[in-house]
């Protein structure tokens, strides 16, 4: 273990040390970041030297109360900037997520994993809210589309939803006589994946398609997202399975083969979950109303009727 000390005495100011040179230095994380860091590497330092080398780490751990006060201070300030900021937002937005994204990075500038804590935090928020909530546009010329009823996506959802109950109790009580530990993990695991499902149909059924003067809002969900200026569309045709081997095109749907695809004139880009992004001219879709979303496409694009 001696040999070890010389090393381990570095945690408390190495850690931090570290982090503020790949991250804060070079602005891909804020400077308050590295309060928290700091408080995390005293924690583990207590846990790994030695007691005769935590003499000054002792003094050290008296500065955590107000760093946690800083810390707090930071946050309130920025709650109420991303609160006045996602009202704000709101009356742009289309998408309340888009207003919360856009509030946050505006508050907070672009943090590492930001997008991930925010597409979680959305999942979790709609499984428990989604319930009373009601997809709505005072723009009399937005006209939303649905694609989850016609898709399926509920009644397997729940199919998938009672077999995760089931084998959950089941697996949970088998495990228990292995490790207590190891089962609770499994249970919390499950339900973590139950909310997430929850959370991912409301998300669709809130995340409708939406047609405007001007653009063609795509969602599906929180998976996948795009604007296209309708001045960058071709035309609407029927769904071919030539279309799958097309490099350049990507299926936008729940379930199964799309019902129509929209063929742009040059590569508009479309954003996924995890920052996966695709440069794409052929978009399959589906929607509930596909007379209607088809009718009032070729309006707006002024298409001939036979197409």
């Known amino acids: 273990m001696s040999s070890l000390s010389p090393s381990l005495s570095i945690l408390p100011s190495g850690i931090p040390a570290l982090y503020y040179f ?13 309060i928290p860091i700091i408080i995390l590497s005293l924690i583990i330092a207590s846990f790994v030297l030695p007691s005769s080398q935590q003499t000054y780490l002792d003094w050290l751990k008296n500065l955590i109360p107000v760093l946690e006060l800083i810390v707090l201070g930071f946050v309130f300030s920025k709650i109420r900037k991303i609160a006045h900021s996602f009202h704000e937002a709101k009356r742009s937005e289309i998408y309340v997520t888009d207003a919360l994204t856009a ?39 937005y006209l939303p589309f649905s694609y989850h009823r016609r898709s399926g996506y509920a009644a397997i959802a729940g199919v998938v939803l009672l077999v995760l109950i089931t084998e959950t109790t089941a697996l949970h009580l088998l495990l228990q006589r292995w490790s207590a530990l190891a089962a609770w993990i499994f249970t919390g695991l499950s339900i973590y994946s139950a909310f997430w499902l929850l959370g ?3 998300a669709m059924r809130l995340h409708p398609i939406v047609l405007t003067r ?13 604007v296209i200026p309708l001045a960058e569309i071709i035309d609407i045709q029927n769904f071919s399975p030539r279309e799958k081997k097309a490099a350049d095109y990507l299926r936008l749907t729940v379930f199964g083969d799309p019902r129509f695809v929209i063929n742009c004139k040059q590569q508009v880009m479309v954003s996924g979950l995890f920052g996966i992004k695709r440069e794409v001219r052929q978009i399959g879709l589906s929607v509930d109303d596909e007379k209607l979303f088809r009718e009032e496409l070729r309006k707006r694009l002024a298409m001939p009727a036979t197409i």
């Open 22 to 34: 790949l991250l804060v230095r070079k602005k891909q994380a804020p400077a308050i970041t590295l």
């Open 103 to 141: 509030s946050v990075k505006q508050a907070l500038g672009n943090v590492p994993g930001l997008g991930f804590i925010l597409t979680e935090f959305s999942l979790l928020y709609f499984a428990f809210a989604g319930w009373f909530k009601k997809f709505s546009s005072s723009d009399p010329g």
């Open 200 to 202: 991912d149909y409301h």
């Open 214 to 226: 001007e653009f063609l809002y795509l969602r599906i969900g929180l998976r996948w997202r795009a």
